[in-house]
């Protein structure tokens, strides 16, 4: 058996690294095409035009985006067989292993900041790194806290899954990040997976705190069930829980002073 998954795990290497390299030659062949560039903030993409507009990010554009994280943890919690909350060891291999692969993603992000530091980066490009790390920090804190609880008090499986799921996506989110030279649409297929996991594990944890069961016992791990439960689970965390009761009032107040003048 452990012969099988150093296997499963070198070729999961290997694979994930050619990806990798044919992600970003594909990038860089659109940055050597010397696109039309335009003046936009720090970090974000100076690309005029992209294959969905002319602009890096467009809200109109993100239900796509929205369903695929939601389809992305609805597969994972699918393919998972209910084990019930951590009782044993042998139940803890699972999160340990996304946790580990959760870090290594981190440290590829350290990595390729300082590739841009000793490179000789601009300052587009050390801000494109910085938001790399940043956010994998900023998104980190609440998916390794919720994943370990949700093994803990609900489904050690179904929070494995969904942390590597998690896991994978966020690896990828310097390559995405970086595709365009900055930040745009090409972000959500990384954050929209991750936020979906996030605010599903929330969602089965406020289940367990209130009623002691597990959700997932309760409803199944079924496909069908779990793609609206996770869209519904995202949007109130994105509309409800970022906003209220202070996050709103507080970004108001910011812009009340701060806001630069529209053009």
Partial sequence: EMSMQALYLGAGIVAGSLAAYLVSRQGMKIAASK????ERPLGVSQVAKF?????????????????FGGAAVAASIAISTPSGP???L??????????????????????????????????????????????????????????????ACVDASIA????????????????????????????ELV??????????????????????????????TSFLVWLPLSLVANAIGIMVVWEYPTGKAAGELNMAYNSQPKK
Avoid at 35 to 38: D, I, K, R, S
Avoid at 169 to 176: E, K, T, V
């Fill in 86 to 88: 951590l009782n044993s």
């Fill in 90 to 151: 042998e139940l803890a291999r699972g999160p340990v292993l996304a946790t580990l692969l959760w870090i290594w993603g981190y440290y590829n992000h350290i990595g390729s900041q300082i590739k841009v530091m000793v490179g000789g980066g601009n300052q587009q490009a050390s801000k494109v790194s910085e938001r790399v790390l940043y956010n994998t920090m900023e998104q980190g804190i609440p998916f390794l806290a919720l994943m370990w609880m949700t093994a």
């Fill in 191 to 220: 954050t929209m997976p991750n936020y979906s996991a996030i605010h599903t594990f929330a969602a089965a944890l406020v289940f367990f705190g209130l009623t002691g069961k597990s959700v997932f016992e309760q409803l199944g």
């Fill in 160 to 187: 494995t899954s969904c942390g590597l799921m998690y896991g994978g996506a966020r690896m990828c989110y310097g390559l995405a990040y970086s595709y365009y030279g900055g930040f745009s649409m090409a972000c």
């Fill in 35 to 38: 696109p039309e560039m335009v």
């Fill in 51 to 67: 294959p969905w507009g002319a602009q890096p990010l467009m809200m109109e554009l993100l239900p796509p985006y929205i369903l």
